[in-house]
Structure formats: C-alpha cells, structure tokens
C-alpha cells in the first residue's frame, strides 16, 4: 500500500490514534472494555476469513509468493484467535456474553476477501505500535502487555506485505493505484468503527436471564 495514503487519509488517526488506544496504552482502559473489545475481534477473525479464496493467475512466481504469504495469512489468523482467549484469561477477563457489536457485525459481512487483510494489517500494526509507544512513556502497561501483540513478529510480517505490494510495481494514476486507494480507504473506515467507545462495555453486556 502507498505509505503516502497514510498520510492524506482524514481517518487515518481516528483509526490508530482512537481513544481506545490511547487508554490502552496509558493504562487507564476499563478491564470490561478491553473484554468487548476482544470478544468481538475474536468474532471477526474467527468467522470472516474462512471463506475467502486462494490467488491463481499469470505471473506464477509472483502468484506463488503471494500465495505462500497468505496461506501465512490463514496460520496467523489461527494464532490471533488463540492470542484474544490468552489475552483475557492473563487479565481475569470473561469474553463470553457480549452482544456482537454492530461494527464488528459491519466488518465480519463486508469483508470480501484477503486482499483488504494486507493493508488492515499495516494499519493495525500502527495502532498498537501507538499503545506500545504510550506504555513505555506511561510505565503503565495495562496487564504485562497482555493486550498487544507481539510486535516484533507482527512487523516482520507487515515488512514482508509491504515487500510484495511494492514488487507489483502499481503507479500512480492507474487502474490498479485506483483500486488500492479505494481498498486502503475502507479498511482504514472499517478500523475506525471496530475500536469500542465508552459506554460500550455496559450497552453491548447481555442481560442475565
């Protein structure tokens, strides 16, 4: 993705700079919202990748290498999963009984295939790279880190999506740069939406029986 779209999105910060982030990071989050927000990334990776589709075409070394990269794609899904259920057992947390927002709802039905998951993916690595910066200033880590991901690992993979999408050689003004701009905007619209709101942790709690 153009490292310039970053820069002239209005909703870019929105996106990686929203005040879930920011209380992540100075460690003042509610403990029942950071259990919202991850019940419902939990909903999101678990049910709205399964179905997308492999890449075929021309170019069969290009195709392989994007091939390999998101079969990669797939495994990391499989270990963000298994990370938003480690992540709230080490802070006590309950994801169960969360009503599915409508956001999370928004993104799981829209998302048509992998090729948005790479740009989502340098924009979510920005915004907990926004937490991890807050943390180290604050000294307030909200629960040993128990809410951010691994970033050395997530930047070797964000390095590696960035490799590829700059190996297509996509200048702009074409059809192509046209069409990775339109993508790059909805994820970054998407992203804005997915970070819950104060409040959120009270509306979206199921009512006991």
């Known amino acids: 993705m153009p490292p310039s779209l970053s820069q002239t999105t209005p909703s870019y ?17 509610p403990l029942p919202r950071l259990a919202l927000w991850l019940s419902q ?9 399964p ?9 069969e070394r290009q195709n392989q290498a994007i091939l390999q990269l998101l079969v990669k794609c797939l495994d990391n899904i499989v270990q963000e999963v ?5 992540a709230a057992e080490k802070a006590g947390l309950n994801m169960e009984g969360w009503i599915e927002r409508k956001a999370t709802r ?34 307030k880590p909200l629960s040993e880190d128990s809410c951010v991901p691994a970033l050395s690992e997530f930047e070797a993979f964000v390095n590696t999506l960035t490799e590829l999408v700059d190996s297509l050689g996509i200048s702009p003004g074409t059809d192509a740069w046209l069409r990775a701009e339109d993508i790059w905007l909805r994820v970054v619209e998407l992203e804005v939406g997915f970070w819950p709101d104060e409040g959120e942790e009270v509306q979206m709690r199921k009512k006991a029986l």
């Open 82 to 86: 298994a990370f938003f259920r480690d």
């Open 13 to 29: 910060a929105a996106a990686t700079r929203h005040s879930f982030l920011t209380q992540a990071g100075n460690g003042t989050l």
């Open 41 to 49: 990334d939990r909903i999101y990776a678990a049910h709205a990748y």
């Open 106 to 139: 928004t993104t799981r039905r829209k998302w048509p295939g992998l090729h948005l998951w790479l740009p989502w993916r340098m924009v979510y690595f920005d915004a907990w790279c926004y937490v991890k910066h807050l943390q180290q200033v604050s000294h």
């Open 51 to 59: 179905k997308n589709r492999s890449v075929s075409g021309a170019k």
